[in-house]
């Protein structure tokens, strides 16, 4: 069964940063395109960043640009997302999501159209 589980939320000061984890099962992340969403309280979900299978690829929303850095370790099965400079309206719950599969060395990178969802991890930026 192909699963997504999100973790490294939690608690942090604005100014502060966080590394979230996006560990897949049941599949081989080399062939998958893996993007991060997050969902506000009371607003939709929105596309945050997206690494194609490759690597070669990135993109990000322009709220989180500069700050924010997506990684691929495919050996460990597992994307990042390093968020830095965090602020209060980062706060959401995030999600991972994959999309594929496609060639090792495709440079697709998707923001939408995912085929596989992770259940979530709470991050909260506040003092």
């Known amino acids: 069964q192909l699963q997504l589980a999100e973790s490294g939320g939690g608690l942090v000061q604005p100014g502060g940063s966080l590394r979230l984890s996006c560990a897949a099962s049941?599949?081989?992340?080399?062939?998958?395109?893996i993007a991060w969403f997050r969902q506000a309280p009371g607003k939709e979900r929105e596309g945050v960043s997206c690494?194609?299978?490759?690597?070669?690829?990135?993109n990000y929303a322009d709220s989180v640009k500069g700050r924010f850095v997506i990684s691929r370790d495919n050996a460990k099965n597992t994307v990042y997302l390093q968020m830095n400079s965090l602020k209060p309206e980062d706060t959401g719950v995030y999600y991972c999501?994959?999309?594929?599969?496609?060639?090792?060395?495709?440079?697709?990178?998707?923001?939408?159209?995912?085929?596989?969802w992770g259940e979530g991890t709470l991050v909260t930026v506040s003092s």
């Open positions: 999501a994959a999309s594929g599969p496609y060639d090792s060395g495709s440079y697709y990178c998707p923001l939408y159209g995912m085929d596989y």
């Open positions: 690494i194609s299978t490759s690597g070669g690829s990135t």
């Open positions: 049941g599949f081989r992340t080399d062939y998958y395109a």
